[in-house]
């Protein structure tokens, strides 16, 4: 059994092959493949994964890393694709252009968002032409590449027999958070309903053990102010359970002391923390630093920590596991393949064609919804009818990933531009305009022409 990592040199790989490795009984995995398209980095990587692999875990899995195609995907039954197209500089631009505008700049969401996906669509296609080449028949690509919600729509039209699940952490995320916050320790027994878009969702039921705690998740929230834990608030001084220190530092904290601004005025569902840039997009821009961003904070912590740990390795032969982040991210993957693989049905939410699951948006969306997992694929939990509050904005942000899809296919600036005027983080159609040349500029080496 073989698995492939599509982005072999992802700050996450090394987390996520300890998690492949730690599991590797329900997996039965003989070897793990990188891949990616920048040998120098992956190859860094790759000298920490076989310390992983072989010294720390000692175990008899093989490790490949490779650029060539054919060699990455031969035979393999599962492909985790965690693509960066245009790695932290391009996200460093994406977020920066944006706010120079005035707007939210964020990796995901609004332009920059846009910008993301419009690099990431064909890269993504490929990997898919190359997995059918080469993988076995019954292959499934688990996708994660960002931004998420424009990748599986732009698969869904350009390749719909692809064998392909388009998944997310950042619910994960919220309920680590929300077990932490209400003393549970197993968050497994943890149950929630869910409906959305990638990145712009929220949770309308969630229980523990079959109890709605809702109402005391709520009280927390409106009682602290922010759904973050007191621990964590301590962050920069205490060291964080790692499962948790990504989604807890730095400007992260905004993102958390939005979901209890949010409720405060729509207390009766958990708002994902992305709703933050579509329904606080004034504030967001008002506590930014437009020359310091997330980027930044990623390169000066997470990416330096792992290539700085991984160069002191290389010459003296020691390691410090902190180096690299491990946890929640690479168990969720793990457990996503070993539904498919053991047909085990275990609930995930998932991003799928809508196809009735909530009745009230179009049956072509591209939805976030939960599912039960086995070999055939997600069987999805039809949801009730939304409100329409949820649903227009939901409508608002649908019809603008598919215009920049339709837009980015067809090579039209027309569409693109529509799609930048309808995004709700973007304020008028001159700065959409304006935005959108800037990113045409910044993005020339990544986006097909648009006439
Ligand atoms: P990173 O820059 O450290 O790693 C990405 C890797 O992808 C780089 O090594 C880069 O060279 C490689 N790459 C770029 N283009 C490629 C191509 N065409 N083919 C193969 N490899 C290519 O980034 P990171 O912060 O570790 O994140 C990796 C990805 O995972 C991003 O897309 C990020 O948004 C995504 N992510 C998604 C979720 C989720 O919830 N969906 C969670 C965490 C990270
Ligand atoms: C969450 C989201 C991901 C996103 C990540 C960014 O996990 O679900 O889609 O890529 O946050 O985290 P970072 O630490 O890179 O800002
Ligand atoms: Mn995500």
Known sequence: MIITIVGGGSTFTAG????????????????????????????KVGVLVDWILHEDLKCDIKLTVTTDVETAYTDASFIFAQMRVG??????QDEKIPLRHGCVGQETCGAGGMAYGMRTIFPMIKVIDDAAKYARPDHWILNYSN??????EACRRLRPDARIINICDMPIAIIDMVAAALGIKNKKEIVYDYFGLNH??????IEHNGKDIMNELRKYIMDNEILLPEAYLQA??????????????????YVWKGVYEIMQNF????PNTYLNY?????????????????????????EKNLFEGIDRYIKTGEIDENIFYAGSHGDWIADLAIALKNDTKARFLVIVENRGALPNMPYDAMVE?????????PEVIAQKPIPLFQQGLMMQQLNCEKLLVEGCIEGSYQKVLEAFTLNKTIPSMKVAKEVLDDLIEANKEYWPELK
């Not at 996520?16 to 190859?43: N, P, Y």
């Not at 920069?236 to 904290?253: E, F, I, M, V």
């Not at 207390?267 to 958990?270: E, N, V």
Request: proline share 5%.
């Open 200 to 205: 712009f969702g929220w949770f309308t039921s």
């Open 278 to 302: 579509y329904l606080q997009q004034k504030e967001f821009v008002e506590h930014s630093d437009p020359t310091h961003t997330r980027a930044n904070e990623v390169m000066e912590s997470r």
């Open 369 to 377: 919804v939960p599912a039960y997992i086995g070999k055939n694929g």
């Open 267 to 270: 207390p009766d569902t958990l």
């Open 87 to 92: 790695k932290y500089a391009m996200r460093e």
């Open 236 to 253: 920069n001084k205490a060291a964080l359970p790692k499962d948790t220190n990504r989604h807890a530092k730095g400007s992260w904290y």
């Open 147 to 152: 931004p998420a919600s424009i990748v599986s």
């Open 16 to 43: 996520i092959v300890k998690s492949i490795a730690l599991r590797r009984q329900e997996l039965e995995v003989d070897e793990i493949r990188l891949f990616d398209i920048d040998k120098e980095r992956q190859d």
